[in-house]
């Protein structure tokens, strides 16, 4: 099992920044990979970032050049740093970790709780 409680959401105006934290604690020697998922209203959840154990990084198209991903090995903790924010990044945001099980090769996601970010003026 991993928990993921995640941190940094809030409003903030057009062309402002937040930055998001995600902290994994359980069974994090599992973790194969973290990210961060999205879902605004009526919306389905759409993938914002990810980054591999290894450091390898994936942006969905609407967020490359604004928001950097990166991970901290040591403290379990990934982040999301959001910058040049628009009106149409306001979404429930969510940490994902996917799992891989190191004898069955089973594969779990495990979700945060999400963080409201909120871009308005």
């Known amino acids: 099992q991993v928990q993921l409680v995640e941190s940094g959401g809030g409003l903030v105006q057009p062309g402002g920044s937040l930055r998001l934290s995600c902290a994994a604690s359980?069974?994090?020697?599992?973790?194969?990979?973290m990210g961060w998922y999205r879902q605004a209203p009526g919306k389905r959840r759409e993938l914002v970032a990810t980054?591999?154990?290894?450091?390898?990084?994936n942006y969905a198209d609407s967020v490359k050049g604004r928001f950097t991903i990166s991970r901290d090995n040591a403290k379990n903790t990934v982040y999301l740093q959001m910058d040049s924010l628009k009106p149409e990044d306001t979404a429930v945001y969510y940490c994902?970790?996917?799992?891989?099980?190191?004898?069955?090769?089973?594969?779990?996601?495990?979700w945060g709780q999400g963080t409201q970010v909120t871009v308005s003026s």
């Open positions: 980054v591999t154990s290894g450091g390898s990084t």
């Open positions: 359980g069974s994090v020697f599992s973790i194969v990979a």
């Open positions: 994902n970790a996917y799992t891989r099980h190191s004898v069955t090769s089973a594969t779990t996601n495990y």
